[in-house]
């Protein structure tokens, strides 16, 4: 669980490890156009948001209709990315961007929908140091973020904070929003379309088969490995074609993410990239089975089983399915040793 410091009241405080978001966000979440970087912020200030309702706390909106929140700027990274820069892209990223809230108004007297055009930040600052960062979050994005009152989805904070992809991260909001359903059957592809928010001009051939490949096996992939839930699925078909999918829900044995050491990490890394190319996939993977393994079994197990592991990979191209393959054939053996 993350600790920061908060600025208005100068006080540790453990972040929750469950965090609510409307569902607006939820379904939209594509559509918003929120990548992975924006989604861990939008995770940390949630985790603030609920700090604040626990102990009853109201943030001061100042005079450029703003709210104030500062947090370290490791708490708003990947353990696996030391490239402190890339948080500085992201930060732009938040302040460029204004989503289309649904709201209401009053027109001769009578209620209307509408749409409300929201800012997320204003003006992001941080020290040289690059040791903290303080973000103005603009007062209507804090206030849509805290009304629930048309439904929420709730969510492990760290699963979704170490996920990359928009569409592994949408799919993890997506098994969330049903999990207590157990599982979600839809009929159509256009339904699968509309629900994981896939534009009408992508994966306009050969549909059913891009579904799977570039949507459903990796967020799969992933989530098995990082999350704490995750899915299986089966076609539904008319004939020889497919037509639909049914996913099935159930809860991962992945523990609940914690905050690596980042020397450990790294020390990792370099065992396998003196022989391997590590992508920023690979990396998160293999921080999910850090998530899994204590540090000092899964460097035995690369120090005593390089070959093994190189085999596994020479035939399937994955490294952390690699590892993986060696770490069930060998745990028994290895975890002995490695607990003597």
Do not use: C
């Not at 992809?165 to 999990?179: A, D, E, L, P, V």
Request: no cysteine; hydrophobic share 35%.
């Amino acid at each position: 669980m993350a600790i920061i410091v908060d600025r208005d009241t100068n006080k540790k405080i453990k972040l929750p490890d469950v965090v609510r978001q409307p569902y607006q966000l939820t379904a939209n979440f594509v559509k918003f156009n929120f990548s992975a970087g924006e989604n861990r912020v939008l995770v940390r200030v949630l985790q603030r948001i609920k700090v604040h309702q626990e102990i009853d706390y109201s943030p001061q909106i100042d005079l450029n209709g703003n709210i104030s929140l500062q947090f370290h700027y490791r708490d708003l990274m990947l353990d696996t990315d030391n490239a402190k820069e890339r948080l500085d892209t992201t930060l732009a990223g938040l302040r460029e961007k204004t989503l289309p809230i649904s709201s209401k108004m009053e027109v001769d007297g009578k209620e209307e929908e509408t749409v409300k055009l929201v800012g997320v930040i204003e003006k992001p600052e941080w020290t040289l140091s690059r040791s903290h960062v303080k973000l103005n979050l603009d007062a209507g994005f804090y206030g849509f973020l805290t009304d629930l009152s048309k439904g929420y989805t709730e969510y492990l904070a760290e699963s979704s904070f170490n996920l990359q992809g928009t569409y592994n991260i949408k799919f993890y909001y997506y098994i969330r929003q049903w999990f207590d359903m157990g599982g979600r059957t839809v009929h159509s592809l256009q339904q699968f379309r509309n629900e994981l928010e896939i534009p009408d001009n992508l994966y306009q051939k050969n549909t059913s088969s891009a579904f799977k490949q570039k949507i459903i096996e990796p967020a799969k992939k992933m989530l098995d490995e990082i999350a704490d839930v995750s899915f299986n699925y089966s076609e539904i078909k008319k004939g020889r074609k497919i037509v639909g999918f049914t996913f099935k829900f159930y809860k991962t044995n992945n523990k609940a993410p914690v905050r690596h050491n980042v020397e450990r990490i790294e020390e990792i890394f370099s065992l396998f990239e003196a022989n391997f190319t590590l992508s920023k996939e690979d990396k998160s993977r293999l921080v999910g089975l850090m998530n899994k393994y204590q540090f000092s079994f899964l460097k035995t197990l690369i120090n005593t089983h390089f070959f093994d592991i190189k085999d596994n990979f020479e035939k399937m191209h994955d490294l952390p399915n690699a590892v993986s393959k060696v770490i069930l054939d060998n745990y028994e053996h290895i975890f002995k040793k490695d607990s003597e």
